[in-house]
């Protein structure tokens, strides 16, 4: 059986493409404000970069609200709850964004610094869980081992940058210009490495939900882990067969079909047999 829609396929393989774009929105911003300053000389080209820094941040922002919106509409097609969790803890990382805006308190703001970081890793790697159930379905692509890699270094730089955030936070009391720069430059170097991390996700993502599902898979277009959905199918008994001679072959694969499903208690779409979760209701099957 399929483990995913094609809706949600090609959603998540969309939800790659806009975060390629947002990191290269991102790397141009990093460029505009790192090296383009030195260049200006007038007080008329100062105002026309700060207008550039603001149409290309609301570009990016614009990115990331079609990645949200992707991501939701491949978890509504597959309610799986690593998607779930994906799309929940995104949010959680917006609304922290937003408290920071309205917030002076400084001890607070080192909380919140080292919440987001960490909100965002366990999104990307509830995401990456779901991609590892795909593995076993989806045509062979290196697109896995991306994701992987991607997780991996992901995961350090957000460790690092915990680190780095606390240390820089107790700098700025010193005010030793030395190790603020060098705090600077430290901070800098990981950004450069996590952005690395996303690209690897990103083209990881893009690389596993841009195949076609294999012919092996009968139903393509079915739920996470499910069946057609249950409006479509009945369940009263199939007395058809007392019509039909002993050997006959539509009775056959009836029953030979009904001997690899179940039916979710929850709320009655049929199942496979080795499925966690219902992929109409998300309920989890107990073995």
């Given amino acids: 059986m399929s483990q995913i829609n094609q809706t949600s396929s090609q959603n998540l393989y969309e939800f790659g493409d806009y975060m390629k ?20 000389n007038s007080l008329g080209m100062l105002v026309l970069f ?13 990115f990331n609200i079609l990645m949200l919106v992707r991501l939701s ?9 690593y998607l779930v969790k994906t799309f ?20 607070f703001i080192l909380v919140l610094d080292l919440a987001s970081p960490i909100v ?6 509830s995401l990456a869980d779901y991609v590892e159930i795909y593995r076993k379905e ?5 697109g896995f081992q991306l994701v992987a890699q991607g997780i991996k270094m992901y995961t350090i730089s957000v460790s690092l940058s915990l680190g780095i955030i606390v240390v820089s936070f107790f700098i700025s009391f010193t005010l030793i210009l030395g190790l ?10 990981i950004t450069v490495y996590s952005i690395v991390a996303s690209y690897k996700i990103a083209n990881g993502i893009m690389a596993v939900f841009g195949g076609h599902i294999t012919s092996a898979s009968p139903h393509p277009s079915q739920s996470m882990y499910g069946a057609p959905t249950p409006q479509f199918t009945s369940h009263l008994p199939d007395n058809s067969s007392q019509y039909e001679t002993p050997d006959s072959e539509p009775a056959t694969t009836i029953q030979t079909t009904n001997a690899k499903q179940n039916i979710c208690p929850q ?14 209701c998300g309920y989890t099957i107990s073995k």
């Fill in 120 to 125: 965002v890793l366990i999104a990307w790697k």
């Fill in 138 to 142: 989806a045509p062979p692509s290196s």
């Fill in 180 to 189: 603020v720069i060098l705090t600077v430059l430290i901070s800098f170097a």
């Fill in 88 to 107: 929940q803890f995104f949010i959680i990382n917006i609304i922290i964004a937003v408290v920071g805006i309205f917030t002076n308190n400084m001890i």
């Fill in 267 to 280: 709320c009655g779409g049929i199942v496979d047999l080795e499925a966690k979760f219902c992929g109409v």
């Fill in 73 to 81: 509409r491949a978890k509504n097609a597959s309610p799986h709850p």
């Fill in 21 to 40: 774009k947002q990191l290269n929105i991102t790397l141009i911003l990093a460029v505009m404000v790192v090296i383009v300053p030195f260049l200006l």
């Fill in 50 to 62: 700060a207008i550039g820094i603001i149409i290309v941040s609301i570009i990016g922002l614009i």
